[in-house]
Antibody
Framework: QVQLQQWGAGLLRPSETLSLTCAVY????????WNWVRQPPGKGLEWIGNIDRSGSNNYNPSLKGRVTISEDTSKNQFSFRLSSVTAADTAVYYCARGGSRYGYEAFDIWGRGTVVTVAS | QPALTQPPSASGTPGQTVTISCSGSISNIARNTVNWYQRFPGTAPKLLIYSTNQRPSGVPDRFSGSKSGTSASLAISGLQSDDEADFYCSAWDDNLNRLLFGGGTKLTVV
C-alpha cells in the first residue's frame, strides 16, 4: 500500500524559506506526478505545483518565482521550497500523488499534512 | 485567488439525496474533467470522484458526479450520518494554466 510521509519545519518567521519533504513508500516513484497542495485557515485548497514523471515542473503562477519543487529519485522523495514567506503562507501543506489511472490531476494518495505557521 | 465556486454548506436528513454544486467557467469545468474530494476533520482529502463521473475503487455508488456546461455536481444518495464531511471540487484551468479547487462545502446530516 502506497503511503506518503511528509515532514518539515512548522514555524517560520517572515522572509524565511519554507522547506518540506515527502517520501513515497510502497510504490513506484517514476510513474506518477508529485504535487503540493495547501489550505490556509478558513479557506479552500490551493494547488501549489508538481514535478511530473519526466522531472519537469508545473507551478501555480500566483506562487511562481518563490516556489521550487525537486525530487530525489534515489530516495523516492520530493521536496518543496517556498521563499520569502509571509503570514499569508500560513496553511496546512499536503503532498499528493497524481497521474494514476484516475487522471493526471486526480490526487489519489495524500500525505497527512504539515501545519506551517508564519509569525514574527 | 481564483477558485471554483461551491456553496459553503449543505445539509440533509438520513436517506435523502443531497447535491453539491461547483461553478466554474469555459476555461475549466466546460473544457476539462472534474474531480471531487471528501475530507473529514483533521485528515487529508480522499479522492471521491474522478473524470467528472467515475468512482475510484471502494467508493460506494451512492456518490455520483456530473457536469453541464460550466457547472458540475456531486450527488450523494441514501445520505448517512458518517457522510458528514467537507467536499471539494477541482478542475484544470486552461487559461490560468493551473489546477483550481473549489472553496469547499461542509455537509451536515441532521
Amino acid at each position: 500500500q502506497v503511503q506518503l510521509q511528509q515532514w518539515g519545519a512548522g514555524l517560520l518567521r517572515p522572509s524565511e524559506t519554507l522547506s518540506l519533504t515527502c517520501a513515497v513508500y510502497g510504490g513506484s516513484f517514476r510513474d506518477y506526478n508529485w504535487n503540493w497542495v495547501r489550505q490556509p485557515p478558513g479557506k479552500g485548497l490551493e494547488w501549489i505545483g508538481n514535478i511530473d514523471r519526466s522531472g519537469s515542473n508545473n507551478y501555480n503562477p500566483s506562487l511562481k518565482g518563490r516556489v521550487t519543487i525537486s525530487e530525489d529519485t534515489s530516495k523516492n522523495q520530493f521536496s518543496f521550497r517556498l521563499s520569502s514567506v509571509t503570514a499569508a503562507d500560513t496553511a496546512v501543506y499536503y503532498c499528493a500523488r497524481g497521474g494514476s489511472r484516475y487522471g493526471y490531476e486526480a490526487f489519489d494518495i495524500w500525505g497527512r499534512g504539515t501545519v506551517v505557521t508564519v509569525a514574527s | 485567488q481564483p477558485a471554483l465556486t461551491q456553496p459553503p454548506s449543505a445539509s440533509g436528513t438520513p436517506g435523502q439525496t443531497v447535491t453539491i454544486s461547483c461553478s466554474g467557467s469555459i476555461s475549466n469545468i466546460a473544457r476539462n474533467t472534474v474531480n471531487w474530494y471528501q475530507r473529514f476533520p483533521g485528515t487529508a482529502p480522499k479522492l471521491l470522484i474522478y473524470s467528472t463521473n467515475q468512482r475510484p475503487s471502494g467508493v460506494p455508488d451512492r456518490f455520483s458526479g456530473s457536469k453541464s456546461g460550466t457547472s458540475a455536481s456531486l450527488a450523494i444518495s441514501g445520505l448517512q450520518s458518517d457522510d458528514e464531511a467537507d467536499f471539494y471540487c477541482s478542475a484544470w484551468d486552461d487559461n490560468l494554466n493551473r489546477l483550481l479547487f473549489g472553496g469547499g462545502t461542509k455537509l451536515t446530516v441532521v
